[in-house]
């Protein structure tokens, strides 16, 4: 980097460079922009003395060419720093700098400059093109303003700046039960820096995230490369459980912390039973013995919804039927899920039956127990949660005596 310029020759040599037309040195720039009015690249170092540089500093500290004005002429006994740019470096996209007068370093001294010098903040993507004013080769360029490029450092850069986080994740709740809370968020994408041809996004790179129950330490911590499932387990009740995630693009920009917090919550009250139905028979009593009879429950049985408000919270409790258990009066019985268990009316042939073989005046005692299977669910942040199980109940049994009468034969006369 420090060299004086009576070693260019041997430089050159060195590394196999011969000056060559000025049209095929300055198409290896390559620029969306093109090259800057009057720029000579003939002593430059092509391509090596171009790179690039992306970073998340606005103020580009890293800019590889800041310290590379040197006084390398002993006549006239300083070299006068030219730079030309273009792109988002002074809050408008598409800026051009036209040349610009960096600094006037004499022979043997070192100058600076950075954009933050100038206070410029660059967005997005800049071109930048260092020269210093031609003194001794404006031979090889022209005699007018001839700008050589900077043989010493990096005298077009493409510098790339990313300081805008990604879009913030939306942390949630993905289930919850009476004991554990699962929570997870959706993938979330990047925001560059910049406008229109100047934009860069560095994109999305990881994330980060952990739990923390009852206000206490973090838990479960890991990165990852896109969103994941987080549990509470072994909730007491009321007590709260919260997922905090950030977001990082490649440059490490990061989101705030988001978070998400729910509370497991006390199971309502279970309903009474619903009260039974009534029974139907065909035939209607009374019945003979040895002839088929056929049972149905009415009205038909069906599922029972029912919302109350606890402790601020919307829950709702649904009982379900799930099974009938029949006992016919003369020993025998019948357990039948539903819906085959409700029976099926007259004139259908019902999936209830039973035939007597003994005639009961009185009536045989007839009973049908429904049992239900109750759940419940609560509204938590205009979301459901749920159903979980509340237990099953029995209502209490539908009766009916059902007469039983032998039956006759009878010979009729012709």
């Known amino acids: 980097m420090r060299m ?43 391509p090596g003395s171009y790179t690039s540089l992306v970073t998340n500093d606005p103020s580009v500290a890293a800019n590889p060419e800041r310290d590379t004005f040197w006084g390398i002429h002993p006549n006239p006994g300083y ?12 809050g408008r996209p598409g800026d051009n700098s036209g040349w610009r007068f960096i600094t006037r370093a004499d022979l043997g001294q070192v100058g600076h400059w950075d954009f933050a010098d100038w206070g410029w903040r660059v967005h997005g993507h800049v071109k930048q093109y260092v020269a210093y004013y031609n003194w001794t080769f404006a031979g090889q360029c022209g005699l007018r303003s001839p700008y050589m490029a900077d043989v ?23 289930a919850l039960t009476p004991g554990s809370v699962t929570f997870g968020w959706d993938p979330v994408t990047d925001r560059g820096d910049g406008a ?19 206000g206490g330490p973090p838990s479960q911590v890991a990165d990852s490369a896109g969103p994941r499932r987080l549990m509470a387990t072994s909730l007491g009740a009321a007590q709260d459980a919260c997922v905090h995630v950030i977001a990082y693009d490649r440059l ?5 912390e988001q978070r998400a917090c729910a509370r497991v919550l006390t199971p309502p009250p279970a309903p009474a039973a619903p009260p039974p139905p009534a029974i139907g028979v065909s035939p209607a009593a009374p019945g003979l013995a040895g002839l088929e009879t056929w049972y149905w429950l009415t009205p038909r049985p069906a599922a029972i919804s029912a919302d109350l408000n606890r402790g601020g919270y919307l829950y709702r409790v649904i009982q379900t039927p799930v099974r009938v258990s029949w006992t016919f009066g003369d020993g025998r019985s019948a357990d039948l899920d539903v819906p085959a268990g409700f029976g099926l009316s007259y004139p259908a042939r019902s999936t209830v039956t039973h035939t007597y073989q003994r005639h009961n005046a009185a009536g045989y005692p007839i009973a049908a127990t429904i049992m239900w299977a109750v759940t419940w669910s609560v509204l938590s942040g205009g979301i459901w ?19 039983v009468r032998q039956a006759q034969s009878e010979l009729l006369s012709s």
């Open 4 to 46: 004086q310029w009576l070693l260019w020759p041997a430089l050159l040599v060195v590394l196999g460079r011969a000056l060559v037309p000025i049209q095929a040195e300055a198409s290896q720039w390559g620029s969306a922009y093109g090259d800057p009015p009057s720029f000579c690249p003939a002593q430059s170092l092509l």
């Open 79 to 90: 070299d006068d720093w030219y730079g030309y740019w273009y792109g988002d470096f002074e």
């Open 152 to 174: 010493f450092g990096n005298p077009v850069v493409d510098i790339y700046v990313d300081s805008v986080p990604p879009n913030p994740p939306a942390p949630r709740v993905l």
């Open 196 to 214: 229109g041809a100047d934009y860069y996004e560095a994109g999305m790179d990881h994330y980060r995230s952990w739990l923390t129950v009852g």
């Open 252 to 256: 490490q920009n990061a989101t705030p």
């Open 385 to 403: 949660y749920g159903p979980y199980a509340l237990g099953t109940q029995a209502s209490a049994p539908a009766a009916l005596a059902y007469p």
